[in-house]
């Protein structure tokens, strides 16, 4: 069986496809993956043995020079990746059985139209709960389209969305769409997403109230990391006690040098040493004290198993990763998902969410106590103990046996 995959994003929209990639392959299926061509995606895809089809524009020049939430150059970004499934895609699936799209609507809308042109099987994942209509909350907002702030029927505001989505993205779709033949969809949202699209999250991280949709829900997708930490970060964890862990990952901060600082003095309140991971926020230290150490991308798989707590943004990836590691975590979000998964987090008892996205050293500092009190990693313990990890294999034994409905 030939398996195309397609992602558009940052970090956590590559590496959970890298992971069905490897388990597609371990289990006989010759499989393609068209991804961002990022230098360090292209590196991270060839360590896992995976073939990189590049996609789309870089990515981190993107998101690192984007103002958070602006929709400033939107349409045309849109475009781009949107017409990267028509071209790069589309050659890539040439002659595929399947096509699994994660990412932002233009991405997935248009990896659909093409496996339509194909006559291929189409699967829509999603590696969060929130973009998927529930009547049991509100849609997340749309940039520059904000819903209205005082409206509560949800499902109303689903249908609102609908219609947003429609308005910015529709029109290219469906140009893109009458130049291969395609009839046009009044619909793009609905129509990228299927009548049955896949969730790529754990249970218990993220449960999936029934709803109208007939969501199938794998469980996470991790990609197997094997890489040695850095032998300087080794020397580091050997000689004391556990450190607490900083990092945002590839969201960007409009203050780093602040939050750097802010969360050096919370832990250092506490009685902890630090790892500052630079992220694409470019995270640096204050000083040049010995209880602090700068390092950049790691095998975060190995690391969070050796930390006393995590502080991170709230990606699905790393909150699943630092589950999976039974370390307690505190949510710093940003935007997005992430104030949904830092809910998560301080319902299930695993951590805290910070109030707000600026942490002050203060109030971290009370967020870093609640996670690394007793309690707290006693529960971490308990629930890394029930989180699945066979996430990928559930999803490639159902796309392998044609199970698990889509459209």
């Known amino acids: 069986m030939r398996v195309v995959l397609s992602t558009y994003g940052s970090r956590g929209a590559v590496e959970p496809m890298a992971g069905l990639a490897v388990r597609l392959r371990e289990l006989g299926a010759e499989v393609r993956m068209c991804a961002p061509p990022d230098e360090e995606f292209a590196v991270r895809l060839a360590g ?12 981190r020049p993107l998101v690192t020079s984007v103002t958070p939430g602006s929709a400033e150059g939107l349409a ?6 949107m017409t990267a499934q028509f071209d790069t895609v589309a050659a890539a699936a040439e002659g595929a059985d399947a096509l699994v799209a994660t990412g932002p609507l233009p991405v997935t809308a248009g990896a659909r139209s093409v496996a339509e042109k194909l006559g291929l099987r189409f699967v829509h994942a999603s590696h ?9 909350r509100r849609p997340p907002a749309r ?19 609908a219609g947003l989505a429609q308005t910015m993205f529709g029109e290219m779709l469906n140009t893109l769409r009458a130049g291969a ?13 299927t009548a049955h699209p896949w969730l790529a999250t754990d249970p218990l991280l993220s449960p999936w109230q029934p709803t109208g949709l007939g969501v199938v829900q794998t469980g996470a997708w991790c990609a197997p990391d094997e890489r040695p930490l850095p032998a300087e970060l080794v020397e580091f964890l050997d000689d004391g006690p556990p450190p607490v862990h900083v990092g945002f990952g590839s969201t960007p901060l409009g203050a780093p040098e602040e939050v750097a600082r802010a969360a050096v003095a919370a832990i250092r309140a506490q009685g902890r040493r630090a790892v500052v991971s630079r992220g694409w926020a470019e995270l640096a230290l ?38 999976l590691a039974g370390v307690p975590q505190v949510v710093v979000a940003q935007g997005a998902d992430q104030p949904y998964w830092a809910g998560r987090v301080a319902d299930l008892g695993i951590g805290a969410a910070h109030e707000g996205p600026a ?11 609640t996670a690394l009190a007793p309690e707290t990693r006693a529960r971490a313990a308990e ?22 409905r889509t459209a």
């Open 143 to 161: 940039r520059g389209r904000p819903l209205p702030p005082g409206a509560t029927d949800n499902r109303a505001l689903w249908d609102e969305d």
């Open 383 to 404: 629930v890394a103990a029930t989180v699945r990890t066979d996430g990928t294999t559930v999803a490639a034994r159902l796309l392998l046996a044609g199970g698990g």
């Open 128 to 136: 969060q709960p929130v973009s998927l209509p529930s009547p049991h």
């Open 286 to 323: 204050a000083d040049g004290r010995e209880d602090c150490l700068l390092v950049g991308e790691v095998n975060h798989q190995a690391l969070f198993r050796r930390v006393a707590a995590v502080v991170h943004h709230g990606s699905a990836g790393t909150t699943m990763t630092a589950a």
């Open 359 to 369: 942490p002050a050293a203060g109030s971290l500092s009370a967020a870093l106590r």
């Open 76 to 81: 045309q970004r849109a475009a781009d990746v």
């Open 48 to 59: 896992l043995g995976v073939e990189p089809v590049p996609a789309g524009s870089p990515v």
């Open 181 to 193: 033949g395609l009839p046009p969809v009044h619909s793009v949202r609905d129509y990228a997403f």
